[in-house]
């Protein structure tokens, strides 16, 4: 006994086996119950009673010849039977139904000089002549037929209460693994701090302490990696500003600029690095403030309205008023720009600011070189770069977009691109006029 309470404890699929086993047995006594319930009453119906059959002399002088229907009425209902009168000028029954058809009957034994006991749908009827009258008694089915139904209606009612108890015990099992998977949910969005809670010593508990322990490796190597940047990121700027500093002494040249210019990109390469790794963490707090949307990204674009191709800024009417990181969007905003600039080969760019319903469109269109199709899903993942050659006169560190759509993502919002090689290049930023707040969501404890 203690061994079978052991393995019920510590298997999830023995209990699961026990449950439904336990249901087949009740289905199979359910069935047979109502079955045999079902048989008796047919049993019931086939035969006469001796006493009735001792009696029919008495029952049909009451009833008379000729019959006094009244009689055979009252009769009928005292012993819930059906009686019916048979003669070539009338045709009487006790009951409306008719359900057997009893002059098809056929002869089983004599009982008396006139009554006779005949046979017809494997049902027993009396048939007494007298008088020049037809007289057929035979039982009722009503209250048979009632108690069957009652029988399969009952079956069917504990079958339906064994398939609920059945369904809320599997349920109850299963809990768990509705708390790993939101438990696992968190752990995708970023809280790799959060633990499920079990005291189950079963295969789900097992697979609980699988999920915890992932949880803590994944949140030591996250650790390690974003120390391990951050280390890198500290180390190189010392070096990076000595460099500046001795350029400065240096002597006016085209070694100098060319220096400058790739002194100033590892640097914007760290920064960059840095920003994307804070913002790559979904919990990340943004600093926001209230700021007329269209306005502010009119502002942003101040710097490079004197792009040779022309830089021209559509905006909804009226502006709106969103909450967000203004350091942040300009990062989104520039990044956008640069793109467009470095790449629209000095045709027009055009930027436009609509809004749909709790929702800021920002859209930037150029009509520059294009991206092929087979790079868009690619295309904002970190160091990628549609040019495999990976010049700088071809591009960036292949940072800008994957920080525009972190940035869009820390926001609430998406960045979608769509492109045409030789056409240009279409990118729709959309933002919420509130970005999400992260409140704590409450633990899951599987007892």
Not at 339 to 367: C, M, T, W, Y
Not at 398 to 418: D, Q, V
Request: aromatic share 8%.
């Amino acid at each position: 006994m203690t061994t079978l309470v052991h393995r019920v404890q510590r298997s999830l699929f023995f209990r699961l086996s026990l449950i439904f086993g336990i249901t087949v047995v009740l289905f199979f006594v359910i069935i047979s119950l109502s079955l045999r319930s079902m048989n008796q009453s047919d049993d019931v119906i086939e035969s006469i009673p001796d006493f009735f059959t001792r009696n029919i002399e008495s029952i049909i002088e009451d009833i008379g010849t000729p019959p006094n229907l009244s009689n055979a009425m009252r009769l009928a209902d005292e012993l819930d039977w059906s009686i019916r009168i048979h003669n070539p000028i009338m045709q009487w029954s006790s009951d409306s139904d008719y359900r057997l058809d009893v002059e098809e009957s056929e002869f089983t034994e004599r009982l008396s000089g006139d009554a006779e006991m005949r046979n017809v749908n494997s049902e027993d009827i009396i048939l007494v002549q007298r008088g020049g009258y037809d007289f057929y008694l035979y039982q009722r089915f009503g209250n048979e037929n009632l108690f069957s139904a009652v029988s399969i209606y009952v079956g069917l009612a504990l079958a339906a209460l064994v398939l609920f108890l059945n369904y809320f015990m599997v349920n109850k099992l299963l809990n768990p693994v509705r708390l790993l998977r939101r438990g696992a949910e968190r752990i995708r969005r970023g809280d790799l701090s959060f633990r499920v809670k079990s005291n189950r010593q079963d295969e789900l508990g097992e697979l609980t302490e699988s999920i915890n322990h992932m949880a803590d490796s994944l949140q030591s190597m996250l650790e390690a990696k974003r120390q391990l940047l951050l280390a890198i990121s500290h180390e190189l700027r010392t070096p990076i500003t000595k460099a500046k500093l001795r350029l400065e002494f240096m002597p006016e040249s085209i070694e100098k600029e060319q220096l400058r210019e790739d002194i100033d990109e590892i640097e914007l390469l760290i920064s960059d690095l840095i920003e994307a790794e804070r913002l790559n963490d979904e919990h990340s707090v943004l600093v926001t403030e209230p700021v007329p949307f269209a306005e502010y990204i009119d502002s942003v674009m101040e710097p490079f309205k004197n792009y040779a191709g022309g830089l021209s800024f559509e905006q909804a009417e009226p502006d709106r008023e969103f909450l967000i990181d203004k350091l942040r969007i300009r990062l989104l905003m520039t990044n956008l720009l640069n793109n467009g600039i470095r790449h629209g080969e000095n045709n027009p760019i055009l930027v436009k600011v609509s809004f749909e319903e709790e929702n800021a469109i920002l859209e930037v269109r150029d009509q520059g070189e294009g991206i092929e199709e087979k790079h868009l899903s690619q295309i904002s993942e970190p160091f990628y770069r549609a040019d495999s050659s990976r010049q700088r006169n071809t591009g960036g560190f292949g940072l800008g977009l994957y920080l525009c759509r972190l940035i869009a993502a820390a926001h609430g919002g998406e960045l979608k691109i769509e492109s045409e090689l030789g056409e240009g290049t279409h990118i729709t930023v959309r933002i919420p006029q509130h970005p999400p707040r992260l409140e704590p969501e409450p633990e899951w404890n599987d007892s």
